[in-house]
C-alpha cells in the first residue's frame, strides 16, 4: 500500500520529497545541464511531486526553470524556494524579501510559488517584519503557503501569529535529533501550532547510506569536507551506526538510507523528507523508502541507536552553525 499523502498547509504532498541541493551546489563537481536535467527527468518519473530549492544554491533555480520549460511539467509540481542566505550573513529586511523573490520567480520561469521559506533568521530584524513581507506575497497571490528554517521556538510562535507557518525545515536524522530537545522545543513547539516538518539532510548528507568511508571519499571542493561531525576520527562511530540501521534494512531487503528515511516519517504523519542526489540511482532507491514499514520495536531499536550514537562535532562549521537557531530581536515598543 503506497503511503499516504501528508500535509503542508491544505495541501496533500507525497511524503517524500527532492532537495535540490547537490544537484547544483556544495558537493564537488556540476554535472553539465543535460546530465541534471536526465536527473530531474528521473525524479519526476519516480513519482517525485515535491521539489525543494532555495536563492543561495547556485544555478539550482535556474536549472528547475529549464526543466520546467522543457517538460511543461510545473503545475504538477509542489514547488519550494527559499530566500535571505548572503555571503555576508542572513538578510530578512522587506525589501530583500520581495528582491530575492522577484529573482527566484524569474530563474524558476514561473508566477508562483507554493511554499516560500526564510532560509535562515536575520539577527538583526524581528520575525514579525520578515514574516509580515513574506504574508504580503501571499496577499498578492504569488505565494500559497510560508515556512521557516533552522529558527528559533518563540521565533516560529512570533511568526504564526503574523501569518500562518505551514512549514518548518530542519536538519533531522538520527545524527541530528536537536529539534527534539528540551532546549530547543521546536518540534513540541511546531506540533502545538500544526506546523509541518520537513527534514532536510535526512540521510546526514550522505553518510548514513554507507557510500562514504572516510572523508577521503568527498570529491575536492566538497562542503562536508568543513563539517566537524564528518571529520576522519568519528567516521568508525558513523559507519558502526550505519551497519546497525543495514542490519534492519536487510529484514526489508532494503538499504541503510531506505531505512533512514522510513525511520523518520515513522516518527509522525507531520514529517516529510526531502533527500537529495546527483545520481539516478539515489533518486529511485530514496523513493523505494515508501516501500519499507517498520515495525514498533525496529523504530524503537533505531530511536536507541541514534540517541546512541554520540558523534562529536557540529553539523556545520563554526560560522554556518552561527546563523542556525538563531533568535531575531523583538518589535521595538
Not at 510560508?146 to 536524522?173: K, M, W
Not at 506546523?195 to 554507507?210: C, E, H, K, N, Q
Not at 514498533?296 to 541514534?306: C, L, Y
Not at 562549521?317 to 518589535?331: G, N
Request: charged letters at 30%.
Amino acid at each position: 500500500m503506497p503511503l499516504p499523502l501528508r500535509k503542508i498547509g491544505n495541501a496533500q504532498v507525497h511524503p517524500i520529497g527532492f532537495g535540490a541541493m547537490g544537484i547544483s551546489a556544495f558537493y564537488g563537481k556540476v554535472e553539465p545541464d543535460e546530465e541534471r536535467l536526465k536527473v530531474l527527468d528521473a525524479v519526476y518519473d519516480s513519482g517525485y511531486r515535491h521539489i525543494d530549492t532555495a536563492h543561495i544554491y547556485a544555478d539550482s533555480e535556474a536549472l528547475l526553470g529549464k526543466w520546467f520549460k522543457k517538460t511543461g511539467k510545473r503545475d504538477e509540481i509542489f514547488l519550494a524556494t527559499k530566500f535571505g542566505i548572503t555571503l555576508q550573513g542572513p538578510r530578512g529586511d522587506p525589501e530583500f524579501v520581495k528582491e530575492q523573490f522577484a529573482t527566484s520567480l524569474e530563474r524558476l520561469g514561473v508566477k508562483s510559488i507554493d511554499l516560500y521559506y526564510q532560509h535562515r533568521p536575520d539577527p538583526k530584524v524581528p520575525i514579525e517584519i520578515t514574516v509580515g513581507a513574506m504574508a504580503e506575497l501571499v496577499k498578492e497571490g504569488k505565494v500559497k503557503y510560508l515556512g521557516l528554517s533552522e529558527c528559533t521556538a518563540e521565533d516560529l510562535r512570533r511568526a504564526h501569529a503574523i501569518h500562518p507557518i505551514s512549514a518548518l525545515q530542519v536538519e533531522f536524522s538520527p545524527f541530528v535529533l536537536d529539534i527534539e530537545s528540551q532546549e530547543t522545543r521546536l518540534l513540541e513547539t511546531a506540533r502545538e501550532l500544526g506546523v509541518t516538518i520537513v527534514a532536510y539532510s535526512p540521510l546526514a548528507r550522505g553518510l548514513l547510506t554507507g557510500q562514504y568511508k572516510s572523508p577521503d571519499d568527498f570529491e575536492e571542493g566538497d562542503f562536508r569536507r568543513t563539517v566537524p561531525k564528518y571529520q576522519a576520527e568519528n567516521f568508525p562511530k558513523i559507519l558502526d551506526v550505519v551497519k546497525q540501521i543495514d542490519n534492519i534494512g536487510r529484514k526489508h531487503n532494503a538499504t541503510a538510507g531506505q531505512v533512514t528515511l522510513a525511520w523518520i516519517l515513522a516518527q509522525g504523519d507531520d514529517f516529510v523528507v526531502i533527500p537529495g542526489t546527483k545520481k539516478i540511482k539515489y533518486v529511485e532507491e530514496n523513493m523505494g523508502a515508501a516501500d519499507v514499514k517498520l515495525s514498533p520495536d525496529e523504530i524503537n531499536v533505531i530511536r536507541k541507536i541514534a540517541e546512541e550514537s554520540d558523534i562529536p562535532g557540529t553539523r556545520y562549521a563554526e560560522r554556518q552553525m552561527q546563523t542556525v537557531l538563531v533568535k531575531t530581536p523583538p518589535l521595538p515598543k
